[in-house]
């Protein structure tokens, strides 16, 4: 603090005229525990519209399909246990199957992807070499691919490799993440200092050994978030499993829901099934979302535009 | 390109970086390279069919130059379906990441109660995959279940139609808005949290006002999260897919071709011709890479001028 001097006279100025931050006007002086009203406001009107649907679907598949029509919304029904039966027996149970099929995506393809990312961008950062930069565009280029124009291209190539309507087919594409990618080198760059780097080659560590024994720990938090990213970006994927799948039994959570949905076009009983197992679709990638939270490293991307 | 330590003479530390790189250089051909060689090749191709195309050599591929880009760049159902994206988007991102960085400065307000809360509950939608979360808002769109409009017909007004005509833009970019908002609004909390306090200290001690300091200091400091997720946003836009998708069965005036990416998917696999999605493909990724280096040099040129 250098300009003490200046600073001493203020406050004395400010306790005549400003009310204090925060406080409502009109207001007496505010003591310094006062809540901020407004803002507080704001944010639970916030938070009842992004509720509204979640607590809208937990209450309609409690409803049996009489009641969805008939009663008020978000009264509770008398029909989830029901519902749920019904979801498990439809078509032997292919419901639950959709459900493993979508963790198994999602949790492998998130796990093969953050390990690429971890290596790529620890290598994009720690290193310098010929065509660094140029390949790091090209891989960022990735990101802004419009799927679609991948993903028609990729059904093809994929149906003359004979991989087409296969686990793979979904599995292989996700696995390279620019956004990883992109994110593990801005973290890498962050979090890995150079001189330890710099000591163990001296001690004359190999360049793997190296990045195994030291990097690989250091980068683990933001490699946790690279896995989350993907994970959820698997997960509530579409397109690229829609396209690429027929076999309704290889259907991640999401397809397997919208097929259900195109046959609830024509008959209304099946609404009930599809809402019963949108809300069971959400389940898990909510729990996820709120036992992992600690591990999200969101400040990762508001890095990443250097002004 | 400088480097930091001074170069090694080892070869293992120069062939490094290349070994490291080697597996996502691979994946990254196979997934991204050649299905995008091949929509490029394919765009150039179309079928040629001898009298009535029965028989094993009356379908043949041949050259076609520019013919299917012609036809693409002339279609008149392409060019609203981007007229469409275009009013979609003019709703959806300024909406979005308007209520985003609202949020975030009520979050980094002080004395704000139930914080952890309406950040949680904001943020939650992002955990919910866009299929799904059509879904929900197609039934609350749905004036037969949805509580509004039960709420509406109760006080005796009749509610919008947001299923038909202009309502279902807004019906759409809700979706999204509801979808993205939280997400957004992280990112910018972060980057709020990210600056020194003692940069608005001075501001309050001089008797600013909340008010005063959010639209002086912090908008203007967290500008570089702004551009980033404006050009997120973007991006997100011009991929509009599964949302209408998923709508369609709800309504009879969302058509199959309602966003340019939506016939993509209509000309490749409903209609089987390839050729022609491929050229179209191509034209819309051309659109958003010219697009997103546009902004990006647009943003740098802004920010070397600036601070």
Known sequence: ?307 | MAAPAPPSTRPARRLAPYAFLTPAVILFALFFALPIGYAVYLSFRAVHIKGLGLGSHARTEVWAGLSNYSSALTDSELLSGSGRTLLYGALLVPTMLGGALLLALMLDTPRVRLRAFSRLAIFLPYAVPGIVASLLWGFLYLPTVSPGYFLLARAGIGGPDLLHGNGLFVALANIAVWGGTGFNMIVIYTSLRALPADLYEAARLDGCSELQIALRIKIPMVAPSLVLTFFFSMIATLQVFSEPMTLKPLTNSLSSTWSPLMKVYRDAFVQGDIYSAAATSVVIAVVTLILSFGFLKLVNKRSDGGS
Request: aromatic share 12%; with cysteine; hydrophobic share 50%.
């Open chain 1, 1 to 307: 603090m250098s300009t003490d001097l200046t600073r001493r006279a203020v406050p004395a100025a400010r306790r005549r005229t400003a009310p204090a931050p925060g406080s409502t006007p009109g207001g007496p002086a505010a003591p310094r525990r006062r809540t901020a009203w407004t803002p507080t406001l704001i944010l639970l009107l916030g938070a009842v519209y992004c509720l509204v649907p979640i607590v809208w679907v937990v209450m309609a598949a409690s409803k049996s399909s009489q009641e969805l029509f008939t009663t008020f919304t978000f009264a509770p029904g008398s029909g989830l246990l029901h519902n749920l039966a019904d979801l498990s027996h439809y078509r032997d149970g292919v419901y639950w199957r959709w459900l493993a099929n979508s963790a198994l995506y999602a949790g492998v393809g998130a796990l093969l992807s953050a390990a690429l990312s971890g290596v790529t961008g620890y290598a994009l950062a720690k290193y310098r070499f010929k065509g660094r930069t140029a390949l790091f565009n090209i891989l960022l280029a990735g990101v802004l691919m419009p799927p679609v124009t991948l993903a028609v291209p990729q059904y093809l190539l994929m149906a003359k490799a004979g991989l087409a309507d296969s686990y793979w087919s979904v599995l292989l594409p996700s696995i390279v993440s620019p956004y990883g990618i992109y994110l593990a080198r801005i973290y890498a760059a962050a979090a890995v200092p150079d001189e330890v780097v710099e000591a163990a080659r001296v001690d004359g560590a190999r360049e793997f050994r190296l990045f195994r024994s030291i990097a690989l720990p250091i980068m683990v938090p933001g490699l946790v978030t690279v896995f989350l990213f993907q994970f959820v970006a698997i997960w509530n994927n579409f397109l690229l499993p829609y396209i690429m799948l027929g076999d309704d039994h290889k259907f991640p959570v999401t397809v397997g829901l919208y097929s259900l949905l195109q046959q609830g076009a024509n008959a209304p009983a099946l609404y009930t099934l599809v809402i019963t197992g949108a809300l069971l679709s959400v389940v898990p990638l909510i729990a996820l979302f709120l036992g992992l939270q600690r591990y999200w490293r969101i400040d990762l991307l508001s890095g990443a535009v250097k002004s």
